[in-house]
């Protein structure tokens, strides 16, 4: 099983709401990931897990909040977002720090902000 | 910054020619992954190359690590129109095996 599950798949949030991306893996990884991709350009990082502690932070605005609940889960909290956060958010897994690691990635969420 | 480069940025080709996409640094990567994405789709990985110099084939895709591991380099034999997509060339750096970062893309068209 090489899945990477994200939910939901489409979100419409306005910019007052809060609301929560959620992804899960089964395949033991330990890193676990999250992106932005907006349309016609390569996913962006944002956060990087490893070992359930976050070990990358790509200076993302405090407006996302990741929370890794255990090994297995991967959750991106959004509250107060843009117009412009509006973008694919895409989950991804590997096993970390091992320098030939493959990633695999979830379908994403495509998130609007209205 | 854009740590990996890509070329060419678009590609539109007919059923059954030859293409070569790049992806080529300044920075040591410890390896580089290639995946493909469709629209409204998550990337999904084809190969895994590791060791400076290697050459990986997958059916008519012909993948190649450079000697310092700074670049790669994706061959399609006879594209077809099933191999349209994004291509994706993504970065391991060797001092930070935990952040995989993507290169520009290449956006391939193949028309029948």
């Known amino acids: 099983d090489t899945e990477v599950t994200q939910t939901p798949k489409h979100l419409v949030m306005g910019m007052t709401n809060k609301k929560s991306l959620k992804c899960e893996q089964h395949?033991?990884?330990?890193?676990m990931y999250w992106y932005k991709q907006k349309a016609k350009k390569p996913p962006e990082l944002m956060f990087v897990?490893?070992?359930?502690?976050?070990?990358i932070n790509e200076s993302v605005p405090s407006r996302f909040s990741p929370e890794c609940p255990n090994s297995s889960l991967l959750n991106l909290h959004l509250h107060a977002l843009q117009p412009e956060d509006s973008a694919l958010y895409l989950c991804?897994?590997?096993?970390?720090?091992?320098?030939?690691?493959?990633?695999?990635f979830g379908q994403g969420t495509r998130l609007t902000v209205v | 910054t854009q740590l990996l480069e890509q070329s060419p940025q678009f590609l539109s080709i007919q059923e059954g020619e030859n293409l070569t996409v790049y992806c080529n640094s300044s920075?040591?990567?410890?390896?580089l992954q290639w995946y493909r994405q469709e629209p409204g789709e998550g990337p999904v990985l084809l190969v895994t190359v590791v060791t400076g110099g290697e050459v990986k084939k997958l059916k008519r895709l012909t993948f190649q690590f450079g000697d310092a591991r700074k670049d790669s380099s994706l061959h399609i034999t006879a594209a077809q129109p099933g191999d349209t997509g994004l291509y994706l060339c993504a970065g391991l750096q060797w001092y930070n095996t935990d952040k995989l970062i993507f290169g520009t893309g290449t956006r391939l068209q193949v028309f029948p």
């Open positions: 395949m033991g990884h330990r890193a």
């Open positions: 991804a897994s590997s096993q970390p720090r091992t320098g030939n690691t493959e990633a695999f």
């Open positions: 920075s040591v990567f410890s390896s």
């Open positions: 897990y490893s070992y359930e502690k976050l070990s």
